[in-house]
């Protein structure tokens, strides 16, 4: 059976679409995995960003970069790209 801890909340971005979404830590199993979800207000898809973060610095340098490129491409930036087709 797995065991879960509480969710900390990193960082709150907003979409073009007024969709606001969450990055998310948790520890699951001893490890700290980093999720993408939708505000609590909204319905949407969780995305596990990082299964396994090995150091706050780590976690630090993730969130930055995903926070920046989620907002500049207007998506999670966890789906691919348009221009590596992932707009199929």
């Given at each position: 059976m797995?065991v879960?801890?509480?969710r900390?909340?990193l960082a ?7 969709t606001t979404r969450v990055l ?7 490890r700290v ?8 207000d909204?319905?949407g898809?969780?995305?596990l960003?990082?299964?396994?973060i090995e150091?706050r ?32």
């Amino acid at each position: 059976m797995s065991v879960a801890g509480d969710r900390h909340e990193l960082a709150r971005y907003q979409l073009p679409n007024g969709t606001t979404r969450v990055l998310c830590a948790q520890r699951i199993n001893g490890r700290v995995a980093i999720s993408d979800i939708p505000d609590s207000d909204t319905s949407g898809r969780v995305y596990l960003v990082e299964r396994h973060i090995e150091s706050r610095a780590a976690m630090q340098g993730l969130v930055s970069a995903y926070v920046r490129d989620a907002v500049d491409r207007g998506q999670p930036a966890i789906l691919l790209p348009d221009w590596l087709g992932g707009d199929r």
